[in-house]
């Protein structure tokens, strides 16, 4: 198998591992568990009041957007390490062509 | 993984930065060797922190029926060990609880010591065990990324259930595990083969480097001349 079959093959096995979810638990609210943590804590302890509370909370609309420019900055990287490896690799075989 | 601003009491929150401080001083130490020394490591370092940026920005479904985040330290983990992670997971959780009100600054010392410290510490160890069973460098990354994922989670449960263990510890901890453990099991394997698939292009793009990172001697044999030839 090539390598960029062997990979594509991989994403479609994450993309069903996330997909899945919908199909089996279609009705669930799919909330945060980071916020369900939040509320075990209210049974865990009822009447717990925070102490502090965010300095900022974003709106809404904000937060996707820093959540998604989170994905990005790393995204890039990611994508800029791959593009110059791979550009890399192709300028070494074709190096080694001409040597011979 | 993110417990949320206020949500842990004073002296928990002070407890978990205590712990965390040591790691901080050393892996500070760790990517300032990298920067003078090993320049030729930069752009892997930021490529492992790109994965930790990424990941742990993305909030998946899982089969439950919540939603969760994986923590992407998985390959940092393995390469640069568990204080390096350490910075790297800092970076990512202050922008999170700075930006996003997403984790908080009191709650910070907790969430680097599961996302940071302790899910990589389990993800390193489990490389030297799987290095010592001679099982592939890709099917390694994956298994460190998988357990690191998960493990992080469950130090979160334990955290929470230490700060509110009601009458019992154990059934506390039950009761947090119950929202993260099951959730996290598919978004870790997830993640897995996400970094199973990088640390295969890794493998293949930069051997030697990799080699050198791991402390191994780089094999004799097909893609060597390339290796050099790139490093």
């Known amino acids: 198998m090539k390598d960029w079959q062997k990979y594509l093959l991989a ?18 609210k799919f909330g945060g568990a980071d916020m369900a943590g939040s509320a ?9 009041q925070r102490w502090v509370v965010p300095l900022w909370t974003p709106p809404p609309e904000t937060e996707s957007m820093l959540f998604a420019l989170q994905a990005a900055i790393g995204g890039s990287i990611i994508g800029y390490f791959v593009g110059h490896e791979r550009a890399r690799m192709e300028m070494e075989r074709k190096g080694a062509k001409k040597a011979e | 993984m993110h417990i949320m601003e206020g949500f842990l009491p004073p002296f928990w929150a002070a407890f978990w930065y205590a712990l965390c401080i040591p790691f901080w001083i050393w892996g500070a130490l760790q990517v300032k060797k990298i920067f003078k020394e090993h320049p030729e490591q930069k752009l892997i370092l930021a490529v492992s922190g790109a994965f930790i940026f990424v990941l742990s920005s993305l909030k998946l479904p899982s089969v439950t029926g919540s939603s969760s985040h994986p923590t992407g330290t998985g390959l940092s983990a393995m390469l640069f060990g568990f204080s390096v992670t350490a910075i790297l997971s800092t970076i990512v959780l202050v922008f999170q609880a700075l930006l996003l009100a997403h984790g908080g ?3 910070l010392g907790a969430d680097v010591f599961s996302m940071g410290i302790v899910g990589p510490a389990v993800g390193y160890y489990t490389y030297r065990v799987l290095r010592g069973l001679k099982v592939s460098l890709p099917m390694t990354a994956f298994v460190v ?12 449960s334990l ?3 230490l700060a509110f263990p009601g009458d019992n510890l154990m059934h506390a901890y039950m009761v ?3 929202v993260f453990a099951i959730t996290q099991i598919p978004i870790a ?24 990172l791991l402390g191994m001697k780089t094999q004799a044999g097909a893609g060597q ?3 050099e030839a790139g490093a």
């Open chain 1, 11 to 28: 994403l479609a096995v994450v993309v069903a591992i996330f997909a899945i979810p919908f199909v089996v638990n279609g009705s669930a």
């Open chain 1, 40 to 48: 075990a804590i209210e049974q865990q302890q009822p009447g717990y």
């Open chain 2, 105 to 107: 600054i009191t709650t």
């Open chain 2, 145 to 156: 990324a998988v357990l690191a994922d998960w493990a992080t989670y469950l130090v979160t």
């Open chain 2, 159 to 161: 955290q929470l259930a």
């Open chain 2, 176 to 178: 947090f595990a119950g």
């Open chain 2, 189 to 212: 394997i997830g993640e897995g083969i996400l970094i199973w698939m990088f640390f295969d292009f890794l493998l293949k793009s930069r051997p030697k480097l990799i080699h050198q």
């Open chain 2, 225 to 227: 001349k390339q290796a």
